[in-house]
T-cell receptor, first 114, second 116 residues
Framework: AQSVTQLGSHVSVSEGALVLLRCNYS??????LFWYVQYPNQGLQLLLK??????LVKGINGFEAEFKKSETSFHLTKPSAHMSDAAEYFC????????????FGDGTMLTVKP | NAGVTQTPKFRILKIGQSMTLQCTQD?????MYWYRQDPGMGLKLIYY???????DKGEVPNGYNVSRSTTEDFPLRLELAAPSQTSVYFC???????????????FGEGSWLTVV
């Protein structure tokens, strides 16, 4: 069984401030972890993913996430928010025994204030 | 590249009507999925397929049917539409070798369905 919990359905930051979106996972097998971004009226697209290589993963648009097994976390960060980062962000987990299916969190809506 | 294409983008159905959401992908992916997205609820898997001729239920399959006659196409059928099926539907695909995981999922742009 696998699950994802995203802490905070809405996060608001000022432009230039640190972005921190929290994700905790549960998985009975070594997990693969993903962050996807969804812009308004669009489908989801991959930001970054962890597949058991380096624990610090760098993605597109300056985002990165760190896999911490001891904390079962995969938080997403960006040092300096930009207005174009405003979107909904989804954390997802998959394992090696579930036919490639991913389980998604409920999403975190990021608002960036000027 | 077209990627994952789904149609229609918007549709209003009356209670009890049926319809099919079409989905096609041109990336030769073996896995295909249908998700629904309700506000604040994330994505729920309806059905998935690991290859042509093979389909399986996800978390919320009731009221839906799928088929996978070709690698490219994965239509979702709604029988006897109900207001609870008002949602945004996403078709998606991925490629994975047998026994592997961690595969990136590629999404279509969504289909907004309202049942009244």
């Amino acid at each position: 069984a696998q699950s994802v919990t995203q802490l905070g359905s809405h996060v608001s930051v000022s432009e230039g401030a640190l972005v921190l979106l929290r994700c905790n996972y549960s998985s009975s097998v070594p997990p693969y972890l993903f962050w996807y971004v969804q812009y308004p009226n669009q489908g989801l697209q991959l930001l970054l993913k962890y597949t058991s290589a380096a624990t610090l993963v760098k993605g597109i648009n300056g985002f990165e996430a760190e896999f911490k097994k001891s904390e079962t976390s995969f938080h997403l960060t960006k040092p300096s928010a930009h207005m174009s980062d405003a979107a909904e962000y989804f954390c997802a987990v998959s394992g090696n025994t579930n036919a490639g299916k991913s389980t998604f969190g409920d999403g975190t809506m990021l608002t960036v204030k000027p | 590249n077209a990627g994952v294409t789904q149609t229609p983008k918007f549709r209003i159905l009356k209670i009890g009507q049926s319809m099919t959401l079409q989905c096609t992908q041109d990336m030769n992916h073996n896995y295909m999925y249908w998700y629904r997205q309700d506000p604040g609820m994330g994505l729920k898997l309806i059905y998935y397929s690991v290859g042509a001729g093979i389909t399986d239920k996800g978390e919320v399959p009731n009221g839906y049917n799928v088929s996978r006659s070709t690698t490219e196409d994965f239509p979702l059928r709604l029988e006897l539409a109900a207001p609870s099926q008002t949602s945004v539907y996403f078709c998606a695909s991925s490629y994975a070798q047998t026994g592997q995981s961690g595969n990136t999922i590629y999404f279509g742009e969504g289909s907004w369905l309202t049942v009244v």
